[in-house]
């Protein structure tokens, strides 16, 4: 892998991760795309990248789970990580990174968006919205969560559909879910790492090409969730299923039809 390459990689992974159309679905088609085969230790260290974004955006409200863990929505959090636990430990689905099954999970992410666009403005029309998170909300983002682990399903565009299906607003939702994503990232971190050491599963990476990834991923991971939380204001989460939809397609057609790249 080159450093032009890790950029990419690393500047895909920062925009995808908060945006509603999948990281992992997008950094499996460009690897196929360039010739490069997966690396879990780079997953690892990009994954890092878009975690120090987060900690930039929202380092008062961590601050304050952390003064203040009871009070907090600290609580709320440890509830909504729960059901992706249970769910990363009890099922495995790495089979599911190989084949065309990552076609289908851009279409169910589309499908995740619509359902949850439609319910929000079914809540919004009956004046059912709040802004203060609580169990339900944190319960429904979670059981989101769990699902999402599926490979090609977006985590955000999930949990964020899970917390508008349960009244919360949309910018509430992807607050809450852009924080549930710490907790998210750094347990996938341990449990891959496990993998790293212990079955060798990662390589021996190029340290420029893996700084300059790391650097490109919290760069672009800090402008999604900033251009992400205006833009679910102004546009509608249909706008992403859209996107994923027509991924999706695309791909389709690239597997039956037209065979641009091999999966």
Known sequence: MNAIQALILGAVQGLTEFL?????????????????APDLTLSILLHMGTLLAIFVVYWKRIWNMV????????????VATIPAVIAALVIDFDE??????????FYLTSIVLVAGTAIN???????ALHKKIGARDAIAMGVMQAVAILPGLSRSGSTISGGVASGLSR???AD????????????SAVLDLKDVIFDGAGSALAPVPTILGVAAAAVFGLIAIKGFLYLIRK???????????LLGTALLLNSYVFHWFAF
């Open 20 to 36: 509603p159309v999948s990281s992992s679905g997008h950094l499996l088609v460009l690897e196929k795309l360039m010739g490069i």
């Open 67 to 78: 003064l203040h863990p009871i009070q907090s929505e600290l609580r709320w959090l440890i």
């Open 96 to 105: 599911a990174f190989e084949g065309k099954f990552i076609i289908w999970s």
């Open 121 to 127: 403005q079914w809540r919004r029309k009956n004046h």
């Open 171 to 173: 910018k509430r939702a």
């Open 176 to 187: 809450f879910s852009f924080l549930m994503s710490i907790p998210a990232i750094l347990g």
């Open 235 to 245: 546009v509608s989460m249909n706008v992403f299923a859209l996107y994923t939809f």
